[in-house]
């Protein structure tokens, strides 16, 4: 058994969910924060044997898309100290996975 954990933007979850649980896989849904433009983002926890990991995935791509965000992330000092906002851009997603082993799993 794997344990998929994949950050997602917060605006692709509603589908993302509805598809996984369609398909009958169970998923946990974390509310977490991305440690670089510090915003909300989701972490679905999902427990699947391994020979569905694949199936998975290509729901995940398939609900998750890249999205160019702009944001005004870093501040440029002025002499004066005055902090002028300098956008930046980066592209978030479609989704960030992590693929663990599952020693047991457990339901009591
Ligand atoms: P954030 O940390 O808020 O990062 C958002 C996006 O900012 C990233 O998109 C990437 O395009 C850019 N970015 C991140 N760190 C950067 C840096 N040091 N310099 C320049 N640009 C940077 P994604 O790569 O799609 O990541 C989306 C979210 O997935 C991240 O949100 C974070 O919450 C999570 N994530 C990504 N890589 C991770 C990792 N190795 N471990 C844990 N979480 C990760």
Not at 56 to 75: G, W, Y
Not at 96 to 102: A, E, H, R, S, Y
Request: aromatic letters at 4%.
């Amino acid at each position: 058994m794997k344990l998929i954990i994949a950050i997602v933007q917060d605006q692709d979850v509603p589908s993302l969910i509805d598809d996984l649980t369609e398909h009958e896989y169970g998923v946990t849904k974390l509310a977490s924060t991305g440690g670089f433009l510090k915003s909300g983002n989701t972490t679905l926890l999902i427990g699947v044997e391994d020979e569905k990991v694949d199936h998975v995935l290509s729901i995940i791509e398939a609900n998750c898309k890249t999205r160019d965000i702009t944001t005004p992330l870093l501040t440029v000092t002025m002499p004066g100290d005055a902090y002028i906002p300098y956008p930046l851009e980066v592209k978030v997603g479609g989704a960030t996975i992590f693929i663990l082993n599952v020693e047991k799993h457990i339901r009591l």
